[in-house]
């Protein structure tokens, strides 16, 4: 009665265990896909960001190096890219030399790094670090791009709002429980859903922090920074078209909630399908074997019974023979002699 449920509980065990792998293989495959799509959507915002900073370096008041005019242009502009706090040219020297905001603040940008990195690569867009602004004193993402030649040489700076783009990632489609996170090269987090406000502007942890450098994209089962366990598809900073990591996590609870539910109605089945035959096996054990054997068992011995009555019977009625022959013995012989 024990084994007859084995087969059945087996096949059960089986199927649920593939099921669980073959789950926890799409769902993996579907965190590097969500990472990989967020990576293409900040490469789209790249170059939006390179057609705009071209057009300003392209335009006649920066051509002639007409600042006024190029102050009014920059003002009427940023009105129409609102996910920039700031537009501002600065010289080959640093010093700032036209700004959206039409202030030319006293100070020197020659040793920051996207400035040093936009002189050193012209015409290429620059997706700088996590940066805390020197005139605003805000948070900001600065993207620059190197341009002019000899003495007209110069960076444009367009500082992104940190907002907007945490708006971005915001909107992007995950499960309730997921998480996106993206860190400049140094690890500093620039955005993060959910809790932006606890992670923001801080680095990855230490235990995370390799997968900046990792070979290639993959996939991990992590406990993320808000304890909550996901699986993990990252791309590390070489593998990002905006040299940024990206991280998309798929929580385990929301993944495997409808897997679950399934789970506990087929134990629930099985376990009723484990009772009837536990029942069945029982029933038929006792009406075609324990039965039948119980009759022939008591067949066996009523007719064991029956043959030592009679052979009782036959044993007395012979020793009654022999008692009366020795009787009648004697007197024959006696009326013989």
């Known amino acids: 009665m024990v084994i007859a449920p084995l087969p059945v509980l087996s096949v059960v065990a089986f199927n649920e265990i593939s099921l669980r792998e073959t789950r926890e293989q799409e769902v993996r495959a579907n965190a590097l896909l969500f990472a990989q799509q967020t990576a293409l959507e900040l490469e789209r915002f790249k170059i939006g960001a390179q057609n705009l900073l071209e057009t300003i370096s ?35 020297g640093g010093t700032p030399r036209c700004r959206s905001d039409g202030t030319r603040p006293p100070l020197n940008f020659s040793d920051r790094p996207y400035f040093q990195d936009a002189m050193a690569n012209p015409l290429t867009v620059i997706m700088a670090d996590y940066t805390i602004s020197r005139v605003s004193g805000t ?71 390799y997968l900046l450098t990792a070979p290639e994209p993959g996939t991990l089962d992590v406990v993320s920074q808000d304890g909550t366990a996901r699986y993990i598809g990252f791309m590390p900073v070489s593998a990002s078209p905006v040299g940024f990591y990206i991280s998309v996590g798929i929580g385990k609870d929301q993944a495997f909630s409808e897997m679950n539910r399934s789970s506990l109605r087929a134990a629930a089945v099985a376990a009723v399908a484990v009772l009837v035959a536990g029942l069945l096996t029982f029933w038929l054990s006792d009406a075609l074997v324990r039965g039948p054997i119980e009759r022939i068992n008591q067949t066996i011995a009523a007719r064991r019974k029956a043959t030592w009555t009679h052979a009782r019977a036959y044993l007395l009625a012979k020793a009654k023979s022999r008692t009366l022959d020795s009787l009648w013995t004697p007197t024959w012989t006696n009326s013989i002699g």
């Open 58 to 92: 392209a335009s006649p008041s920066v051509v002639e190096q007409n600042w006024q005019r190029c102050e009014l242009f920059l003002e009427r502009l940023i009105k129409r890219v609102p996910q920039y706090i700031s537009l501002s040219i600065v010289d080959a």
């Open 139 to 209: 948070a900001t993402l600065p993207i620059s791009f190197g341009f002019g030649e000899g003495e007209r040489r110069g960076v444009i700076v367009a500082s992104l709002n940190l907002e907007r783009l945490q708006e971005m990632i915001a909107n992007r489609p995950i499960p309730a429980d997921g998480s996106i996170t993206i860190a400049d090269r140094g690890g500093v987090i620039i955005a993060r859903y959910p809790f932006p406000d606890q992670f923001v502007g801080k680095e990855i942890p230490d235990a995370f922090k």
